[in-house]
Nanobody, 112 residues
Framework: QVQLVESGGGLVQPGGSLTLSCVAS?????MGWYRQAPGTERELVAA???????NYAESVKGRFTMSRDNAKNTVYLQMNSLKPEDTAVYYC?????????WGKGTLVTVSS
């Protein structure tokens, strides 16, 4: 069993920045950030491999950066130039031995 705990969400004005963190209870090679806005399906935002290779959704490329600290079993999502359409619950995701784990999510609201 793996626990994922997200933090760092909140209210931010358009154009602002936030950094999300996700701490895992075990070492995980591939991790990701997903988001879900009201009335929409959950979508992949960014993913990172154990070696630090990343991929991003087109909608966040150039604005969001995902990174990891393997010593702390922690991944981060640095979000810059936030837009109202980035408003969503952001979930941390991990896959280990074929089992998918999710955190409880952290709410990001981008509004003036």
């Amino acid at each position: 069993q793996v626990q994922l705990v997200e933090s760092g969400g909140g209210l931010v004005q358009p154009g602002g920045s936030l950094t999300l963190s996700c701490v895992a209870s075990a070492s995980i090679s591939h991790m990701g950030w997903y988001r879900q806005a009201p009335g929409t399906e959950r979508e992949l935002v960014a993913a990172i491999s154990s070696g630090g290779n990343t991929n991003y959704a087109e909608s966040v490329k150039g604005r969001f950066t995902m990174s990891r600290d393997n010593a702390k079993n922690t991944v981060y999502l640095q979000m810059n130039s936030l837009k109202p359409e980035d408003t969503a619950v952001y979930y941390c995701n991990a896959k280990r031995f074929g089992i998918v784990y999710w955190g409880k999510g952290t709410l990001v609201t981008v509004s003036s």
